[in-house]
């Protein structure tokens, strides 16, 4: 009785929240869907008309377009490999008491806290210049020829940029499973004759499942659509044009919205791909 | 086998001294019991014996061998946590088999002695299941099994039955009771509750602020405790302890009574009070006495059929040979 008459109550005051997200998202997505069926170029003749599929058979058809599909697939592969691997074994380094932990611990979240256009630019100019860049300076303490980073390895220059933004978000999360796993465990497979390797792989990384399939969602989502950081650097040439970028450039550089949109609908898809994807790889870790 | 000898035993953590110089024989397949108050070192004194803990100096010796700076997994001792301790990711059969595995034992014989320890145990009906769908008793049951699988020379137990239910508690310790019995191995079992140590215990150690008060058999230490502490610590309810003129009486500082020791009339006895609360257990009853002029409160075990009522004036006769008399220093006066 009680129950029900809360229950409904619930609804209702919970009703304008849930309006306002459904029509936060639902907006920009019939948006997306109605322009990509028009043909609609803004500054070069504006609303030319209903195209029907056409803008899906050009945009998938175009000679970029699976080459983006690949590259955003690496570069989001690559991340998360490396933020996952150095995510773990920063917490499990960050968790050991030490001298200076509160100070330590701030410093290694913060690149989190750096926009991604800022530190993409630091990275480019500061560390990866072929001329002036500190890892330049690097390779030739060692005698050897500077790595043109933006150019002859422009996809691993990236992977290493956004990985050094995410690696913070990693750890943290990664950082805060750590410790909520129980010490009389480990001491537990330490009485059992379990060393330090077995240890880890047998009661920390199961225990760390469930945070590391929670990283892999989240970061999926935003790594999917990373942009400034392609902006800034390469802007998009030497091979490191993601969807992202591509459907951006159909936008804006090419003033085809309607293509563009198409282009949209197709990450959309991909998104979801990669999201059932990964919850059937992880999904019984979360049960 | 599983004779532990720890001699002159210290430990510290930073400036403070847990545990002063102790020396201590455990004879292979005792049951020992440490008991004592909540931070009294006996957890520390039975980490520092698995292992888990560093010894600050002074030598342990399991069998004869030094094993002071052996690591935990080569003692040869099996463990089992207050909170259990089992591996939630693993199905109960993983669990049990995980030292064995941890050992590199083939798996024909891990499958052979999991099987076992689950048949002796009791829970081959859920072997497949995971710890968290498990109640208490049962999870208590298989972190037991991880622990006999490895067929260790001791069995050391950390406060297993605080997280159970008093009904379970009491099968549990029946059942821990059985297991030493059959295996007849070393097991060193620690608890707050001195009616688990005087229920299981071959040798009960009595410890307070990390000093061994007295070492023995239940009885003795019912019978004979060696000082205040002790005497106040073991037995339920509490020994009654008197100071002043009556104590002065027997030639001591302070004399104690246990509750079953003094009989309680409503006409006659020796000294005289008036009834406080009673506490029915339906057997028993005990009483507690005020207004005695001896102490603030005195308690008294009388037959549960016993009529007196809150406000009565009760008559206490202490049996003579009962009474136990302590020095100034609160040790025993024989």
Redesign the interface.
Known sequence: MATQHSRSAARIMMAPAVTLLLGWMLVPLTATLYLSFRDYRPMRGGDLGFAGFENYTRFIGSSSFWPSIVTTLIIVGGVLAITIVFGVLLALLLDRPMWGQGVVRIMVIAPFFVMPTVSALVWKNMFMDPTNGLLSHLWRFFGAEPVVWMSEQSLLSIIIIVSWQWLPFATLILLTAIQSLDGEQLEASEMDGAPVLARFWYIILPHLSRAITIVLLIQTIFLLSIFAEIFVTTGGAFGTKTLTYLIFQRIIESQAVGLGSAGGVYAIILANIVAIFLMRIVGKNLD | MGRITLDKVTKSFGDVNVIPPLDLTIEDGEFVVFVGPSGCGKSTLLRLI???EDVSSGQIRIDGNDATEL???KRG???V???Y??????SVRKNIA??LK??KMDQAEIDKRVNKAAEVLNLASYIDRRPGQLSGGQRQRVAIG?AIV?EPSAFLFDEPLSNLDAALRVGMRLEISELHERLKTTMIYVTHDQVEAMTMADKIVVLNAGNIEQVGSPLDLYREPRNLFVAGFIGSPKMNFIEGAEAAKHDAATIGIRPEHLDASATEGTWTGKVGVSEHLGSDTFLHVHDTGLAETITVRVNGEFGLRHGDTVYLTPQADKIHRFDAAGLRIA
């Open positions: 698995a292992g888990l690591p935990p997994a001792l099996a463990m946590f207050q909170s301790a089992l591996y939630p990711h693993m995980f030292p941890m050992a991880r490895r």
